[in-house]
């Protein structure tokens, strides 16, 4: 399995902006999926992006139009761009991989995603 670092969370009040990156210990060009996930304090993990290897990308609702998920095959890396941050944002933000081909329909669910980082914190003040 490939192993995920997540970096890139802080501090930010609301309306700001923040880049997460997650750097795979391989090269990505395997993995089909690469996704990133939230969970705040006392809440279950919930799906927040995720991208295929052509670089098809979906999102939740919740954060349609104010994140932006990208992948760098070459560095091994995704990236999620923040924007517009709400209170409601603030979680450990976690990267996700699956290497098998699956349909987006499924890359919401927790259990298709192989690989898991440790997580950055997102702290969003109002």
């Known amino acids: 399995q490939v192993q995920l670092v997540e970096s890139g969370g802080g501090s930010v009040q609301a309306g700001g902006s923040l880049w997460l990156s997650c750097a795979a210990s391989e090269n990505t060009s395997s993995v089909y999926l690469m996704g990133w996930f939230r969970q705040a304090a006392g809440k279950q993990r919930e799906w927040v992006s995720s991208i295929n290897s052509a670089d098809y990308a979906m999102y939740a609702e919740s954060v349609k139009g104010r994140f932006t998920i990208s992948r760098d095959e070459a560095h091994g890396t995704v990236y999620l761009q923040m924007n517009r941050l709400k209170f409601e944002d603030t979680a450990m933000y976690y990267c996700?991989?699956?290497?098998?081909?699956?349909?987006?329909?499924?890359?919401?669910?927790?259990?298709?995603?192989?690989?898991w980082g440790q997580g950055t914190q997102v702290t969003v003040s109002s």
């Open positions: 996700a991989a699956d290497a098998a081909v699956t349909t987006p329909s499924d890359w919401a669910s927790l259990s298709r995603y192989q690989s």
